[in-house]
């Protein structure tokens, strides 16, 4: 006859087992992850605004582009609606983007490189209002439609 030990197994002692044998477990499984870290790129900001207001935005999804129409105070101040007419000295400035993904924020675009800068200034000459057209960044564009939008934008609300 042979004799064998066989300790008592406390149900708190075998639960206290498993889970510390499953939290070393888990610890394991979840240090064990990829090591590469992605560096942040900023892209270049190649549009200083010098102090310029955003007045609107715009969306194209079929080009892929995205424009934001600047502004100095006189010309923020005309598309809020605080002047009735127009003074002079009012600079617009409406930048266009090739969208890009956004590599933080699933499914959104954000501006990349700008495309096209349009600049207008209104001028007073002999008691009228000149409007002086420029393209800084050379693209196509339809001259008048630019000038009427600039003129004629209304400010976006932003939160």
């Known amino acids: 006859m042979y004799l064998t030990f066989q300790p008592k197994i406390n149900n708190k002692m075998l639960y206290m087992k498993n889970a510390i044998l499953y939290l070393s477990l888990i610890l394991v499984f979840c240090s064990c992850a990829s090591g ?17 207001k955003v007045i609107t935005a715009r969306l194209n999804d079929r080009s892929g582009t995205m424009s934001t129409l600047y502004g100095n105070s006189a010309a923020f101040d005309w598309s809020m609606g605080k002047n009735t007419s127009r003074i002079g000295g009012e600079v617009y400035k409406l930048v266009t983007y090739k969208q890009q993904d956004h590599a933080f924020w699933y ?21 009228r209002i000149v409007p002086v057209y420029t393209i800084e960044y050379p ?13 004629n934008a209304t400010a976006a609300y932003f939160p």
Do not use: C, W
């Open 107 to 127: 499914g959104s675009r954000i501006n990349g490189k700008v495309i096209q800068v349009e600049t207008l200034q209104l001028k007073q000459q002999a008691g």
């Open 36 to 52: 590469v870290n992605k560096k942040v790129h900023l892209r270049e900001y190649a549009f200083n605004d010098s102090g310029l």
């Open 139 to 151: 693209g196509p564009a339809d001259t008048l439609a630019s000038i009427n939008y600039m003129m």
